[in-house]
């Protein structure tokens, strides 16, 4: 039996076509002409829920000194909840955060807990291995589980065939120096990242690039029908009547969607953004990675992954994505940040950020303008989602949580006060955004995420290990050398019966 839709008003609708198609057309693109006229105000579509994962390395970056439950050093806004400064910089190192102040909340009191159950004195890989899958790791080179984008991926994901997360390097550098840690997959196994290429990632995102120009001999009719096994195959006739119907810019998206879509369909759950497009490789400068070794032109590329990685988003190839600033000791020498002249030596970044346990001396001082480059990034993340119209009519920002964090707190192997500033989804926070939180009690990552997760929408979901940091067997010794605040302060706070879990709380 045939189903009749009725369509009085005689405008394109995407529920329409699909019913009219028997269905079929899933992974159909979301054209301007089939964009909600109503969904702003009315809410009358829902879209998915999503989640990026920001990543640096070493933490604030340089020291600070414990005074309660606060850290005075040269990120945390103010040592009390409250509004972020209305003008001026927010604080020394979220100086570039200034024009998406009123959209991000950042946190004081979240630690790696979980880090003291190893008794690994090695400061970095312990913090590696625990900071984003929250349990204790399989052995000493191994994790234990998979990172909290990864879980929360195959939480919100369409279907088995959609991603659950994908990483996109942050730096353009030569692949084989980049490795996915902290990121992991399922049981510890290596996550899933793309190329730190802009262009080779476009590539495996979303399929092999267009040609220039489509085959004259050849019509959007003929290219489907002759992909055989394709899901499209018994709809070529609606699809490609509705092609003459559109509006030429439309169907310039339709002539492209079919060359391409046979990547899509295996990974869409048919909630396309409306402004879901395959980025252009003729927009993305061309460069050799070997010319980038520490990261000199990645205020010039980087945004191009950034791209890479909304659509990713906006299409529904994924709903979890994670922005990685993955160089350690050769990290990125931040050039823009220092108008082309950086002060900054390949190979001593980390070097610096040992040096820096005064907040005001000289390597802390040039830590704090370098990293200007790293928050300008971040900054266009948040811009572009809010740029992007999403299947609601609502900024893709609206339905997209932006967790920016780091493995450790301090970049003196320390796992306390672990940098955290969230972004979008605002209708998930009980306080208006633009606000520094410092958390009454203090809670672990665990925590964090467990939060994170409720607001998506997945709620009374506990992420991490269950138990206290004394269950693996590490001794008091192990606890009191790496304590985190240090002193008999540390050693008070960091037991053997500390609870990995504190329970909930409010942002």
Same mark, same amino acid.
């Given at each position: 039996m045939t189903r009749r839709v009725q369509n009085p008003g005689g405008r394109l609708d995407r529920r329409h076509f699909l019913l009219g198609a028997g269905g079929a057309a899933l992974a159909l693109p979301m054209l301007r002409?089939?964009?909600?006229?109503?969904?702003?105000?009315?809410?009358? +579509?829902?879209?998915?829920?999503?989640i990026v994962i920001v990543h640096h390395f070493h933490g604030r970056m340089t020291g600070g000194s414990p005074a309660g439950n606060v850290v005075t050093d040269n990120w945390s806004p103010s040592q009390s909840t409250g509004p972020l400064p209305a %003008?001026?910089? &927010?604080?020394p190192l979220l100086a570039s955060l200034g024009s998406v102040r009123d959209r991000i909340v950042t946190l004081d009191g979240i630690?790696?807990? +979980?880090?003291?159950m190893t008794g690994d004195a090695d400061g970095h890989r312990p913090a590696n291995l625990t900071a984003l899958t929250c349990v204790p790791p399989s052995s000493q080179y191994t994790a234990g589980g998979p990172s909290f984008d990864y879980a929360a991926g195959v939480l919100l994901r369409a279907s088995e065939s959609q991603r659950a997360s994908i990483v996109f390097p942050a730096s353009a550098s030569d692949p084989s120096r980049y490795t996915t840690y902290?990121? /992991?997959?399922t049981n510890g196994t290596p996550a899933y990242a793309v190329s730190p290429s802009p262009l080779e990632a476009l590539v495996e995102v979303f399929g092999p690039p267009m040609p220039a120009e489509p085959p004259p001999t050849k019509t959007l009719r003929d290219r489907l029908v002759g992909r055989r096994k394709s899901i499209l195959d018994g709809v070529a006739t609606e699809y490609t009547a509705l092609s003459k119907s559109v509006s030429p810019a439309d169907r310039l998206q339709l002539e492209r969607h079919a060359d391409y879509i046979r990547m899509l369909e295996t990974h869409l759950g048919g909630t396309l953004a409306a402004d879901c497009m395959r980025? @252009?490789?003729?927009?993305? =400068?061309? /460069? #050799? !990675? $070997? *010319?980038?070794? #520490?990261?000199? !032109?990645?205020?010039? &590329? %980087?945004?191009?992954? &950034?791209?890479?990685?909304?659509? @990713? !988003?906006?299409?529904?190839?994924?709903?979890?994505?994670? !922005?990685?600033?993955f160089q350690t *000791?050769?990290? @990125?020498?931040?050039? @823009?940040?220092? *108008?082309?002249?950086?002060?900054? $030596?390949?190979?001593?970044?980390?070097?610096? &950020?040992h040096e820096s346990a005064n907040p005001d001396s000289s390597s802390a001082q040039i830590i704090r303008q370098g990293f200007g480059e790293i928050g300008m990034l971040y900054t266009r993340l948040i811009e572009r989602l809010a740029e992007v119209i999403d299947l609601d009519g609502n900024p893709l920002l609206d339905n997209t949580l932006v967790i920016w964090l780091s493995e450790l707190g301090y970049g003196g192997h320390q796992n306390? #006060?672990? =940098? +955290?500033v969230l972004a979008g989804l605002p209708a998930a926070f009980s306080e208006a955004q633009g606000r520094h939180v410092v958390l009454p009690q203090r809670h672990s990552m665990g925590d964090l995420f467990t939060k994170a997760l409720d607001m998506v929408g997945v709620p009374n979901t506990t992420f991490g290990f269950q138990g206290r940091i004394g269950d693996t067997g590490v001794s008091?010794? *192990?606890?009191?050398?790496?304590a985190g605040f240090g002193g008999s302060t540390g050693e008070a706070y960091v037991t053997l019966d500390r609870s990995l879990h504190n329970g909930p709380f409010e942002i």
């Open positions: 002409e089939f964009a909600p006229k109503t969904a702003r105000g009315g809410g009358e +579509v829902t879209a998915p829920k999503r %003008t001026g910089d &927010i604080s630690d790696d807990l +979980v880090r003291h902290p990121f /992991y997959g980025p @252009s490789e003729a927009s993305m =400068p061309g /460069y #050799n !990675l $070997a *010319d980038n070794p #520490n990261g000199a !032109l990645d205020a010039q &590329i %980087t945004p191009w992954q &950034i791209e890479n990685l909304v659509m @990713s !988003l906006a299409c529904d190839v994924t709903r979890v994505a994670a !922005l990685h600033f *000791d050769n990290h @990125s020498t931040f050039p @823009s940040a220092f *108008d082309g002249n950086s002060p900054i $030596a390949p190979e001593q970044l980390h070097t610096m &950020i306390f #006060n672990i =940098p +955290v008091q010794g *192990d606890l009191a050398a790496w």
